[in-house]
């Protein structure tokens, strides 16, 4: 049972436009949100949160948006650059502390 | 690099057999996380300890356990291999537990056959 949704596999964005990434979720436990990048063959590196008391952070080109009625986060980089190309995990945090991954979406930026 | 540190790389091995990973967390932090990741299935949440003690577990199967020794490492003991415990497999550990910034391993690839 999938709590933490990335319904969008692949993106591609043109250098210097914005790049939206999506996740839903379905668990209204969940009172903490992150994103997170992956290189191939490194770890997950932390890129931005946000706790469910907000709507929405800022943190240089990366904004997080919370939209608690609809059960739906997303991530806007502007403007994208070729070393934003990587996979993006979105993850949740229910209120027993237990962590919720979505499966990831790859973002290519192209030059 | 994360300063984590986890060790094996690679690992392959039989079903039916055990494996043990290890997780060295950046210094000063106390708390561990470890996390499976399969092709299918994105990554999936294991355990948590904090500062030797179990703080929050997920989707961790009772063939698999985990423990944090005093000196903060972490050891993640995995059971009666199955083939469809090939994965990914990442520590990332954080300063305190809960919302803390995790920062995770490069991770150690198991390959059951």
Known sequence: DQQVKQNSPSLSVQEGRISILNCDYTNSMFDYFLWYKKYPAEGPTFLISISSIKDKNEDGRFTVFLNKSAKHLSLHIVPSQPGDSAVYFCAAINTGNQFYFGTGTSLTVIP | ?113
Not at chain 2, 17 to 33: I, N
Not at chain 2, 54 to 75: C, M, T, V, Y
């Open chain 2, 1 to 113: 690099d994360s300063g984590v540190t986890q060790t094996p790389k690679h690992l392959i091995t039989a079903t039916g057999q055990r494996v043990t990973l290890r997780c060295s967390p950046r210094s000063g932090d106390l708390s561990v996380y470890w996390y499976q990741q399969s092709l299918d299935q994105g990554l999936q949440f294991l355990i948590q300890y904090y500062n030797g003690e179990e703080r929050a577990k997920g989707n961790i199967l009772e063939r698999f356990s985990a423990q944090q020794f005093p000196d903060l490492h972490s050891e993640l003991n995995l059971s009666s291999l199955e083939l469809g415990d090939s994965a990914l497999y990442f520590c990332a550990s954080s300063v305190a537990p809960s919302r803390e910034t995790q920062y995770f391993g490069p991770g150690t690839r198991l390959l059951v056959l």
